[in-house]
């Protein structure tokens, strides 16, 4: 039971990063603010293509939920999708930093050769 | 005790003004034109000018423009120059910020002499991305994505475009349509094998 509820929660790599923006964007979670935290933070160069099929991803999954935003002339007239994190989502990302934390646990990266 | 009134100098430096601002605008134009990789032919095709009329705005030479010699003599309402200049404009993204600005030569200082060529054109910022990068994002974007995606697009472009230049915003606009074309057609890619595999189910069910 307790492997099938893991293997729902799991999280791809890109996707932890990108819940992991919006959850720091809070109210201002679009998607130009989401790829520039990404590659701000990470300074990984990130399309808004990849952003785009990540986030389609995560809301079939039911891990974050999207709504119409304001028009703006800048964007010649179209409007902004913002991005809120559901509880299923916040539970994936908390399921995969235990995860993350066992498996670091007992493991020293300052001694790893890097080839 | 006689005043003299160098009128002459006085419209030669009006027409000169205005003859600086036309070509002002035309250079805006046509370097605008140029950073989309459009041609004149992309122009004409589009807004059904002829080429000389064209050339004509692009080198502020207005009176060579069909009712410009109405500029000559006084008529500031040149209706044809105007729509002429505001359809070009339009049609390389200068949408709805062109304004004319039409000043009328003080009675009282031009006396009785008619007024020189006073049309001027004022055109704002307003920074479009490539149509050919949106048209290639149109083949893989479902409808409801295209709003957001490109809006997102639009607005980063008009953000580096006014920091850094329209050549640095096309350049990074250009990078990011080829590195979003690859999860996008993987994305398609997944849904065909999909239906593939579905009809491949199907088929083998109907066999049995």
């Known amino acids: 039971m307790e492997n099938?509820?893991?293997?729902q929660l799991y999280l791809g790599e890109f996707e932890e990063i990108v819940l992991l923006a919006i959850l720091r964007l809070k109210q201002d979670a679009y998607g130009v603010r989401i790829r520039q935290e990404i590659e701000n933070e990470?300074?990984?160069s990130t399309s808004i293509g990849s952003?785009?099929?990540t986030l389609e991803r995560l809301e079939a999954k039911g891990y974050v939920k999207s709504q119409h935003g304001e028009v703006t002339p800048e964007r010649g007239g179209r409007a902004k999708r913002y991005f809120k994190i559901q509880g299923a989502g916040a539970e994936a990302l908390n399921q995969a930093m235990i995860d993350r934390t066992r498996?670091?646990?007992?493991v020293d990266l300052k001694w790893l050769p890097a080839w | 005790m006689e005043i003299s009134v160098d009128l002459q100098g006085y419209l030669d430096s009006i027409e000169s003004y205005h003859k600086a601002a036309a070509a002002t605008v035309g250079r805006q134009l046509r370097e605008c034109r140029i950073a989309q990789g459009l041609t004149l032919n992309d122009?004409?095709?589009?807004t059904r000018i002829n080429r000389h009329h064209l050339e004509a705005i692009e080198q502020g030479n207005y009176i060579k423009l069909p009712g410009g010699k109405d500029l000559l003599e006084g008529y500031y309402t040149a209706i044809y120059v105007k729509n002429f200049i505001r359809s070009y404009a339009r049609c390389i993204g200068f949408a709805e910020t062109i304004s004319f600005e039409i000043r009328e030569v003080n009675e009282a200082h031009a006396l009785d002499v008619v007024a020189a060529p006073s049309t001027s054109v004022y055109i704002t910022k307003n920074h479009r991305p490539p149509k050919f990068?949106?048209?290639?994002?149109y083949l893989f974007l479902t409808k409801a994505e295209r709003v957001y995606l490109i809006g997102d697009l639009a607005e980063e472009y008009d953000e580096l475009s006014s920091r850094f230049g329209r050549q640095a915003a096309n350049l990074w606009y250009y990078r990011q349509i080829v590195t979003s074309l690859r999860p996008l057609m993987r994305r398609l890619l997944c849904r065909a094998r999909t239906v593939i595999l579905i009809l491949e189910i199907i088929q083998k069910l109907r066999s049995h």
């Open chain 1, 42 to 44: 990470t300074s990984r």
């Open chain 2, 133 to 137: 990068g949106e048209y290639l994002l």
């Open chain 1, 51 to 53: 952003i785009y099929t």
């Open chain 1, 103 to 106: 498996m670091l646990d007992g």
């Open chain 2, 43 to 46: 122009i004409i095709g589009e």
């Open chain 1, 4 to 7: 099938q509820t893991r293997s």
